[in-house]
């Protein structure tokens, strides 16, 4: 499995940016991918997920209302769209899946969200 991210870079906050996971190399037919994020100095926690089957969604706390995951399984592409960006979500965003038959994760490269004015 291979999982390119993209689409991180600077707003200010208020602003907007929407993060994109394209997924390859694999056949799962059972899957969640995601989102987990670290921030400097910081535990890393899990943002936003969502699975393939039934679209069920997940995010934390901190980000409910502002951040929206959809993926388009046709593409197996995850976006991410992040509004009302604090400076709180300044992280580097890790893209992952989960194969939730067997319950591997893969992971895909980082990408930095710098939020600031």
């Known amino acids: 499995v291979q999982l390119q991210a993209s689409g991180g870079g600077f707003a200010q906050p208020g602003g907007s940016l929407r993060l994109s996971c394209v997924a390859s190399?694999?056949?799962?037919?059972?899957?969640?991918i995601g989102w987990f994020r670290q921030a400097p100095g910081k535990e890393r926690e899990a943002v936003s997920s969502?699975?393939?089957?039934?679209?069920?969604?997940y995010y934390i706390g901190s980000v409910k209302g502002r951040f929206t995951v959809t993926m388009d399984n046709a593409k197996n592409t995850m976006h991410l769209r992040m509004d009302s960006l604090k400076a709180d979500d300044t992280a580097v965003y890790y893209c992952?899946?989960?194969?939730?038959?067997?319950?591997?994760?893969?992971w895909g490269q980082g990408t930095l969200v710098t939020v600031s004015s």
């Open positions: 992952y899946m989960t194969d939730t038959v067997t319950w591997h994760d893969y």
């Open positions: 190399g694999f056949s799962l037919d059972e899957y969640c």
């Open positions: 969502i699975r393939k089957n039934d679209r069920t969604t």
